[in-house]
């Protein structure tokens, strides 16, 4: 494909869009049509791994995926037994994206997971072991020799991990086969992409991750309302503890509004420059060419993930405008 422009490109479907399965499904199979390299489905307070069937059914070529799955709502046996499923499903299509979450997002859930980056190197391992064959003995996550009752499609299918901070950049760049970037300028994502290859190298890798970056686009030929949606992303992320450190700005009155329940409000509170540092905003050209800069930075696969603008998620038109 070489919409938006010149490389491959990837399309990230929001399960909080509020969209039914059915239609989510449509989505994928006009994305397929129009291109597009990869379709991923990603978590909010839906569960994306059930929204992949229809992705796979209403597709034949594209990759299908999670970016992401939050890791600590699901036992590393159970991802690992879906996902086997999900890729026989696809004939070998699909790529488990996870991520840990936040802190805010899982004190919701009721969840207290282990420290992150160790976990997060366990939890890869019995995955991994689980669709080997093989077992695993880990500080926090184990698994014995578990016998599918259908032989994975591809015992080594890839796994893509999240990773904002440096050390979870560099566990990424030693143990996965995709690194899933996300709230980064342009600028920063190059930041991040050399640390992955670095810590690649250091740990003898022949091959590289692939560098995967979520691109949030407010695709609209009203200028004021693209900037107005491009703000709005902005508070879905505030209390996520590295916020303050990606996005380089006091967002203290943003947050208390979210905490307050007011996300309109703290849209308002939200800096031009912070959402247009990781938002792509503006007509087809506009997005098109902020996508062209993430590749300059050296991302394999941009990810256009459309948001709503003027409260309407029109996703096909971002399907159309930028394949």
């Given at each position: 494909m070489s919409g938006a422009a010149s490389g491959p490109l990837g399309l990230s479907i929001a399960s909080h869009s509020g969209l039914p399965p059915a239609r989510i499904g449509e989505l994928a199979g006009m994305a397929e049509r129009a291109g597009f390299s990869t379709v991923f489905v990603a978590e909010g307070h839906g569960d994306a791994l059930a929204l992949?069937?229809?992705?796979?059914a209403a597709t034949s070529r594209?990759?299908?995926?999670?970016?992401i799955v939050n890791a600590a709502l699901r036992p590393p046996v159970l991802a690992a037994k879906t996902a086997a499923v999900l890729d026989d499903a696809s004939g070998g299509r699909f790529a488990l994206g996870l991520g840990v979450g936040n802190t805010v997002m899982n004190d919701?859930?009721?969840?207290?997971?282990?420290p992150p980056l160790a976990a997060t190197e366990d939890y890869v391992a019995?995955?991994?072991?689980?669709?080997?064959?093989?077992?695993?003995?880990?500080?926090?996550?184990?698994?014995?020799?578990?016998?599918?009752d259908r032989p994975p499609v591809r015992p080594d299918m890839p796994i893509h991990l999240a990773a904002l901070g440096p050390r979870m950049l560099?566990?990424?760049?030693?143990?996965?086969?995709?690194?899933?970037l996300n709230l980064m300028s342009p600028a920063q994502a190059a930041e991040a992409t050399a640390i992955v290859r670095?810590?690649?190298?250091?740990?003898?890798?022949?091959?590289?991750?692939?560098i995967l970056c979520v691109v949030h686009c407010c695709l609209s030929e009203d200028e004021e309302a693209a900037a107005e949606a491009a703000r709005a992303v902005v508070p879905?992320?505030?209390?996520?503890?590295?916020?303050d450190r990606l996005f380089n700005a006091d967002l203290g009155e943003a947050r208390s509004a979210v905490l307050a329940g007011d996300r309109t409000a703290a849209a308002r509170?939200?800096?031009?420059?912070?959402?247009?540092?990781?938002?792509?905003?503006?007509?087809a050209a506009a997005c098109s060419a902020r996508i062209a800069e993430y590749r300059a930075a050296g991302v394999d696969l941009p990810v256009v993930f459309p948001m709503p603008v003027s409260g309407t998620w029109d996703i096909p038109r971002s399907i159309s405008g930028l394949a």
């Open positions: 992949c069937p229809p992705v796979i594209v990759e299908v995926g999670t970016a919701r859930f009721g969840l207290t997971p282990p019995v995955v991994r072991a689980v669709l080997a064959g093989e077992e695993h003995k880990g500080e926090i996550f184990r698994s014995a020799r578990i016998p599918l560099a566990l990424a760049g030693r143990i996965a086969d995709g690194v899933i670095a810590a690649a190298a250091e740990a003898g890798r022949r091959d590289t991750p692939r879905r992320y505030v209390m996520h503890p590295a916020t509170h939200v800096p031009q420059k912070v959402a247009d540092a990781f938002v792509a905003r503006g007509d």
